[in-house]
């Protein structure tokens, strides 16, 4: 995630020019820790080669080396980690004992156990999605997007069902982990675009609620480079937002996407809330560069969350739920299937497996709760997305410790950079 470059005689009002202040070239003029004494075409090269060692710190690549900096930047996280809970001791004892307080209630037998079970489910389905919302958004680098991946289908699997039962008042259990046509349709529950929405909607705010969290760690990352002063050691973190702001400066240099971006940084600038409203509430993919400039310029951290919030957890998540609704109602999905048949050669064969699933979904809702027969067989297609998503799971892994490994070892560097300097001086 890339983190603001500050520029040149820019300031924010109410703040000391001190403070928020900086200019590149100063920074670049004292030279880096770590090349002091040499000129710039050599520090570059510095820099080019300690860039390409840390990239070239891949599991496929250094298998044992990546193993090694994982381990020991994960030991180094845990003792931060650590160090953090026992500055604030009183409050984890706090919630310790609250956790504790529950638990007994929950394992004591009595009248109060239907609502502690209810509870529990309900906290636990709240919690599930709000996790996928959080690794939606931060997604380190992977490019993981869970709505695809679990809230998309899971949305598609309640309206065919909606359209298939005739109504939504599905039996619980097993719902949500499973679908099954209710004996009886209650009236207020009948299959229309607004009950789906009202059945799916707690899980679709929790999970926009997720994402909003998951912007977070670029807001701070920015606000914090803004008032700390521009780190050269940094520059890999700050290269996207520094090469657009040299684009900016010719903007014959701009295409397309670059022109989006500015368009985004000016309207969280000079808008505010409703800036960043608009931005969260449209599903895009610049909305990391809104939560940089928002850090970047100092907005208010409530200004900036309340907004995300708000545009991601409610109006955004309901553009989604409605565009799949529609898409998955019954009349759609069958012309969809019978146009799948017309593509040339490969048609066919893709029409036999989907109509087969549909046929198979179908089956499935209307056997009875404890009924696993008519899913005992499996299907080509959700055995494939069981695949995809457990390669997308490892994948995810992967990335997370060669993440930590480079992470390592820029943690390596910079401390070697600090003792050349201190010798030095």
Request: include cysteine; aromatic fraction near 10%.
């Amino acid at each position: 995630m890339s983190a603001p470059l500050k520029r040149r005689n820019e300031t924010v009002p109410g703040s000391p020019p001190s403070v928020v202040t900086s200019s590149v070239n100063h920074h670049k003029s004292n030279g880096d820790n770590s090349t002091i004494g040499m000129s710039p075409p050599v520090e570059d090269k510095v820099r080019e080669m300690e860039r390409a060692e840390r990239e070239s710190l891949v599991l496929w690549r250094k298998p044992l080396k990546t193993l090694n900096y994982f381990s020991r930047e994960l030991w180094i996280n845990v003792i931060t980690y650590a160090q953090t809970l026992f500055k604030h001791r009183i409050t984890v004892f706090v919630s310790i004992l609250v956790c504790a307080a529950f638990y007994v209630l929950y394992t004591i037998p009595g009248p109060h156990q239907q609502y502690m079970q209810a509870g529990k489910s309900e906290i636990s389905w709240c919690l599930y999605w709000v996790g996928l919302g959080v690794l939606s958004s931060v997604g380190l680098g992977t490019g993981l997007h869970t709505f695809l991946l679990y809230l998309g289908p899971h949305i598609a699997s309640v309206t065919l069902a909606a359209y298939e039962c005739g109504g939504l008042n599905f039996p619980q259990p097993p719902y949500p982990d499973e679908i099954v046509c209710p004996t009886t349709v209650d009236p207020r529950w009948a299959a229309s675009i607004w009950n789906i929405m009202s059945k799916v909607r707690i899980e679709s705010m929790m999970w926009g609620a997720g994402t909003a969290l998951g912007e977070l760690p670029p807001y701070f990352m920015a606000r914090a480079a803004r008032l700390s002063g521009y780190d050269p050691d940094d520059e890999d973190d700050l290269a996207e937002f520094e090469e657009l702001q040299r684009k900016k400066e010719n903007p014959e240099m701009l295409d397309t996407v670059d022109r989006l971006k500015v368009f985004v940084e000016k309207l969280v600038e000079k808008v505010g809330f409703f800036g960043i409203l608009a931005c969260a509430s449209i599903p895009n993919p610049l909305f990391d560069l809104a939560g940089i400039t928002c850090g970047h310029f100092l907005v208010p951290f409530w200004t900036f969350f309340g907004a995300t919030l708000l545009g991601k957890a409610v109006i955004k998540m309901h553009i989604q739920k409605v565009f799949v609704i529609v898409a998955f109602n019954e009349t759609l999905l069958a012309r969809a299937v019978d146009l799948l048949g017309n593509i040339p050669v490969v048609g066919p064969r893709l029409q036999e497996p989907f109509s087969a699933f549909l046929v198979k979904q179908k089956e499935r809702l209307h056997r009875e709760g404890g009924d696993s027969s008519s899913g005992s067989e499996g299907n080509i297609l959700s055995a494939i997305f069981e695949k995809f998503v457990v390669a997308m799971i490892i994948y995810f892994v992967v990335s997370i410790i060669n993440s930590l490994a480079q992470s390592y070892h820029k943690r390596l560097h910079s401390k070697s950079k600090r003792t050349t300097k201190k010798s030095k001086d």
